[in-house]
């Protein structure tokens, strides 16, 4: 999907770039709000039976779960769907219907393959915030991260270009995946370390 909204994909179907774009960021904040929300609302009743302290308690083990899981020790292997967004709606709708489309459904997050344990880790914090408006801006937070993903291809203004992006973000993978671990590495100690204080 990285590669099929671009500039030159959207020009190729008679769509603007940065209007699917915009579109794709309004439906992945969005859904992501939505989802930080509700989790957020859920967890009100969760922590209220329990303190801040119990809560980052929570989250820390959670994360550290998390991080055994991508890190597949023991044979562990991440929960997830084997489903992908349909890439036939480039054919069928406008770009903006299918920017919303797709933004929508991987802010929602787990509709999607999941390659990270950071995905419900998220949304974990969202609940466990016990806040309807906390686990709504972190929710959002996660969508725009995720908007974030379809950038790039706004600079490929020819074939050459979609290679070259392509080849940049395979060399990427592992530096991105470490990047991924450290970010659970330090949540994990922070989280500790507020449990501690």
């Known amino acids: 999907m990285l ?45 209220g039976a329990v303190g801040s302290r119990q809560a980052a308690l929570a989250l820390a083990l ?56 950071a995905v419900y880790v998220a949304f974990a914090a969202a609940a466990l915030s016990g806040s309807p408006a906390a686990g709504a801006l972190i929710g959002a937070a996660f969508g725009a991260v995720r908007w974030l993903s379809v950038l790039p291809g706004g600079r490929v203004r020819a074939p050459a270009d979609l290679v070259r992006m392509d080849g940049r973000l395979r060399r990427w993978e592992p530096v991105g995946r470490r990047v991924t671990l450290a970010g659970q590495i330090a949540a994990v100690v922070v989280l500790a370390v507020v449990v501690v204080a």
């Open 62 to 117: 959670l994360a550290a779960a998390g991080l055994a899981v991508d890190l597949r020790l023991g044979g562990l292997r991440l929960p997830t769907v084997r489903r992908q967004v349909d890439d036939r709606w480039l054919a069928r709708y406008r770009g903006w219907v299918y920017g919303v489309g797709f933004g929508f459904q991987l802010g929602l997050g787990v509709v999607t393959v999941v390659t990270t344990s």
């Open 3 to 47: 590669g099929s909204i671009t500039w030159l994909g959207e020009s190729g179907r008679n769509a603007r770039w940065w209007v699917t774009v915009s579109w794709f960021g309004a439906g992945a904040v969005a859904a992501g709000a939505l989802v930080g929300w509700l989790m957020g609302w859920l967890g009100m009743a969760l922590t």
